[in-house]
């Protein structure tokens, strides 16, 4: 391992503090993706006891690299439609990037990671997924949001990575029920 090159890969990590997404704290500032991927990560940390038959150092490594490729391009609201396979592809290419001055077995690891997340076939990356929104959607009804947002988009927002598995209905329920209770307080 080169430590100069490892220093500088660390160093380019600051770009996902610096990145906002559009989900907004309680605050009212909006969240850092590299916040973001931490309490994601930590969501599925939580539930490792539930889920035995996943690879959980895996799923906390997917958590942690799974919105790398934001570093330079940022954060893409959900509510905006894109085409989604070029969205990949830049995310991709802006890990590649990211990863470049890694040894080729670590850059690769993390791209193969994030690869996978993409792609949504395994169990752990379809957990991973799932959290991701969650996690989102728990950002929005805690967070600060302007006048008029939207609440009823986190009722149907990732709701098809969930249904695969009984523990995370009923983390989706929960969740949904804190929708539903925000929509009625706003209105």
Known sequence: MNAEKMIIFVKELERLKETRRTA???????????????????FALTLSKELPE??????????????????????????????????????????????EVLPDNMSHLILNLCREYNLGETNEAKLVKALDKMETIIQHTQGTNPPG???????????????????????????????????????
């Open 54 to 99: 996943l690879d959980m150092y895996k799923v906390l490594s997917m958590c942690l690299v799974h919105d790398l490729g934001e570093a330079y391009d940022g954060d893409i609201s959900a509510t905006i439609q894109v085409n989604q396979q070029e969205k990949v592809r830049k995310e991709e290419a802006a890990v590649e990037r990211l990863t």
């Open 149 to 187: 947002f939207d609440y009823t988009f986190n009722l149907t927002y990732g709701r098809e990575y969930v249904d695969y598995h009984p523990v995370l209905k009923s983390i989706r329920q929960a969740i949904d029920d804190e929708t539903k209770k925000k929509i009625d307080e706003e209105g």
């Open 24 to 42: 907004y704290m309680k605050s009212g500032r909006n969240e850092s993706v590299a916040e973001h991927s931490w309490r994601l990560a930590l």
